[in-house]
């Protein structure tokens, strides 16, 4: 079952090496990550999965050892999910984001998989990944990979949208409550066209969590480029 979860974004100026001279922005958004990570180790899972966005050609599980890079965003880091062999493909942007946070937290409390979640998956088949993903081990740990919308402001990647402001309200607050039934609720279509990457990581996250009873604290909210970025713990 599921024992505890970290939600965190994914964007991969997250990575100091990738923001270069940027890299302070986000400084609260990573010691946030970090504080969320520790309360995945305090929870000793038996199994730890990140889950996060990919296209079609990157969903799927990842083994551990899957590797990742960061070198088409210009910087020459590479990143492991946990210790073994590389396997037959590189982990998705929002995947080595995860793994590059597990590596910078020295993550050993637990064997590590992928699973890359498709964008376009509906909010049925979200639900049942997410109890298979609960079902695989005692316990089991999420850490789940994903943005808000893009269309916070004028300068947003999806430029200005008047309805990204209440959906990230909406996530945030289904977020710090360990709100199931609310994360299940968010329209998936609405997401789609708001750009907001997170919700079928979301969702998988609300099916996990049935029955589980965890907790919730929100660690960080913000949109410091347009984008809604959210840190929260679930144990």
């Known amino acids: 079952m599921l024992v505890a979860a970290a939600v965190?974004?994914?964007?991969?100026?997250?990575?100091?090496?990738?923001?270069?001279?940027?890299?302070?922005?986000?400084?609260?958004a990573r010691t946030a990550c970090s504080d969320a990570l520790a309360v995945l180790a305090a929870s000793r899972p038996d199994l730890l999965v990140v889950v996060g966005a990919a296209d079609r050609d990157h969903a799927g599980a990842y083994p551990q050892g899957a590797r990742g890079s960061f070198r088409g965003f210009g910087v020459e880091a590479d990143v492991q999910l946990g210790e073994g062999d590389e396997g037959p493909r590189l982990l998705p942007a929002s995947l080595a984001v995860g793994a590059w946070l597990l590596s910078r937290a020295r993550w050993g409390?637990?064997?590590?998989?992928?699973?890359?979640?498709?964008?376009?998956?509906?909010?049925?088949?979200?639900?049942?990944?997410?109890?298979?993903?609960?079902?695989?081990?005692e316990r089991v740990a999420l850490l789940v990979m994903g943005d808000g919308s893009a269309k916070r402001t004028l300068k947003a990647p999806g430029y200005l949208d008047e309805r990204a402001a209440a959906f990230d309200a909406a996530a945030g607050r289904a977020l710090a409550a360990a709100d199931v039934a609310a994360l299940a609720a968010?329209?998936?279509?609405?997401?789609?066209?708001?750009?907001?990457?997170?919700r079928a990581p979301w969702q998988v996250l609300a099916g996990a969590a049935e029955g589980a009873g965890l907790d919730g604290r929100l660690l960080y909210e913000d949109a410091p480029y347009g984008v809604g970025y959210f840190v929260a713990a679930w144990s």
């Open 8 to 28: 965190c974004p994914a964007p991969p100026l997250l990575v100091p090496e990738v923001a270069a001279g940027a890299a302070a922005e986000l400084g609260d």
């Open 186 to 198: 968010l329209d998936a279509e609405l997401a789609t066209e708001l750009q907001a990457a997170g």
């Open 109 to 137: 409390a637990a064997p590590v998989e992928g699973l890359g979640v498709a964008e376009p998956l509906d909010t049925a088949h979200c639900l049942r990944t997410g109890r298979e993903l609960a079902a695989r081990d």
